[in-house]
């Protein structure tokens, strides 16, 4: 936390949060539905303090009550949104359920290595009080309430509504959008209210994602296209910013800058990472700065492999952007100190679809002139491919993850749910750019005591670069 006389949570700035203490802890949801085994889902929290006799252990678990939740992303009571106001405290994760759209809300401000659940907000108020369902990313406001980004409606059908949820009581008070218009389908969501405006993805209607991915459902339109531009005061539906039928646009991020007027979204399918950016006349548009080219491959779904760009990040500073490349196996690390033209300063391959030995032979790749090896670290060969990312506020550490929804993971990487993901650390260099592993960390998810695990998003105690937002 900031060091300051009378401070609310999080950093008065993204170059102060830089300057905050080495994470000592993490948080990650970890999955059992579509294993097999019939637990619940739950929050572990991982030791990733290299000084500690438990370090890459998981120190804690806490089971959710319910089966077959999925849990997936998490999100905060309290951020850096709220640093002036004295009476908000970070204590409270917020961890909405993909599948049975239940939200946890879990203490860790009691005790942080041990988390508790302190409230369900069951399905029914999200369907009754919201029409809808499916609930993806949680945002923490200047207002104290918390915003919740939404996949659909309560039939199962694509919708992009959200939910507000009292930041004290946290009941739910009904749709944060106005005036009647929605988009056909919602997941992600940043906000800039120095530019009054919130930006939201889409992923695809949950009935048809739910079980695994069929490209048919794309040439249908039961996946998403567009950048959805709201009016933040107002919460009205304003502009689509469409990027093809094939894009899939999941993770929006500004610029941490408060000032800054753009930032970046990552198009899973379209292998592709638009700029968006606001027009001199005041309204939104968006340029393809980074292009992933498709694999011709034999032994896969389609004979075109993109890479599935599932994660992408800002550092602190806005100098670099990172993203994952789920299906092709690397993690990538760009300078954009020019925004219009990102440049590839850092690569790693972690695993994927296309290594040595296995059941995909590529045919022709405009980048590698092989196929990349295996990834083995301390003797395990790592299953899956990088998904989530999260970096330590000093820039220096890159966390990875290798699930991406459970019912996906089944589809492309049966291994992964048969052995579970892991969570590995790739050190950064913030002078020239560069990655390289960490051969000296892994935490195993399918060493846990219940059976292999599907581990996800990872977050800090104190607020890292996914979760907070600087007004």
Not at 72 to 90: I, L, Q, V, Y
Not at 343 to 362: D, H, Y
Request: aromatic fraction near 10%; charged fraction near 25%; proline fraction near 7%.
């Amino acid at each position: 936390m900031a060091k300051c006389g009378a401070c609310g949570p999080g950093y008065a700035t993204p170059l102060d949060a830089m300057k905050g203490p080495r994470e000592e802890i993490v948080y990650l949801p970890c999955i059992y539905r579509n294993t097999g085994i019939q637990k619940p889902d739950y929050l572990a929290t991982v030791d990733v303090d290299p000084k500690s006799p438990h370090y890459c252990q998981v120190i804690h678990r806490l089971p959710m009550p319910n089966l077959k939740d999925e849990l997936h992303h998490s999100g905060w009571n309290a951020c850096s949104s709220c640093f002036g106001d004295t009476t908000k405290s970070r204590n409270r994760l917020i961890l909405p359920c993909l599948i049975s759209s239940r939200i946890y809300v879990v203490d860790v401000g009691t005790d942080p290595r041990a988390p508790r659940i302190h409230k369900i907000v069951e399905p029914v108020e999200l369907f009754w009080k919201g029409n809808v369902a499916n609930p993806h990313t949680s945002h923490c406001l200047g207002s104290g309430d918390i915003l919740i980004s939404c996949l659909g409606d309560p039939s199962g059908n694509g919708k992009g509504g959200f939910v507000l949820l009292d930041g004290e009581t946290f009941e739910v008070k009904g749709n944060w959008e106005k005036g009647g218009k929605c988009p056909p389908f919602g997941y992600d969501f940043w906000y800039q209210p120095r530019h009054n405006v919130l930006m939201s993805t889409e992923w695809g209607a949950p009935k048809v994602l739910a079980y695994g991915f069929n490209p048919v459902d794309v040439e249908k339109g039961h996946y998403g296209r567009r950048i959805n531009v709201w009016d933040w005061s107002s919460h009205t539906y304003l502009q689509a910013i469409d990027l093809g039928k094939d894009s899939i646009p999941l993770e929006i991020r500004f610029l941490h800058n408060p000032d800054a007027a753009e930032g970046f979204v990552g198009c899973s399918l379209g292998g592709t990472v638009y700029r968006f950016y606001k027009t001199e006349k005041g309204d939104w548009a968006a340029e393809k700065v980074i292009e992933v080219p498709r694999k011709k491959v034999q032994g896969w779904l389609l004979p075109d492999m993109p890479g599935l760009i599932t994660d992408i990040l800002i550092s602190l500073d806005d100098r670099f952007l990172y993203f994952s490349n789920w299906l092709h196996g690397d993690i990538r690390q760009y300078d954009i100190s020019n925004t219009r033209q990102p440049k590839l300063v850092g690569q790693v391959f972690l695993g994927g679809s296309i290594v040595k030995g296995g059941p995909v032979t590529v045919v022709e790749d405009k980048e590698l002139q092989c196929q990349p090896e295996p990834f083995v670290i301390k003797g395990k060969r790592v299953p899956g491919g990088p998904q989530m990312i999260q970096l330590s506020l000093d820039g220096k550490r890159l966390y990875v993850s290798t699930s991406l929804y459970s019912g996906w993971d089944k589809q492309f990487y049966p291994d992964l749910v048969k052995e579970g993901s892991v969570m590995l650390q790739v050190d950064v260099d913030t002078e020239r750019g560069g990655l390289k592993v960490n051969t000296n960390f892994l935490v195993d998810f399918g060493k846990e005591p219940d059976g292999p695990a599907l581990a996800h998003e990872i977050r800090y105690p104190g607020g890292d670069c996914t979760s907070d937002i600087w007004i």
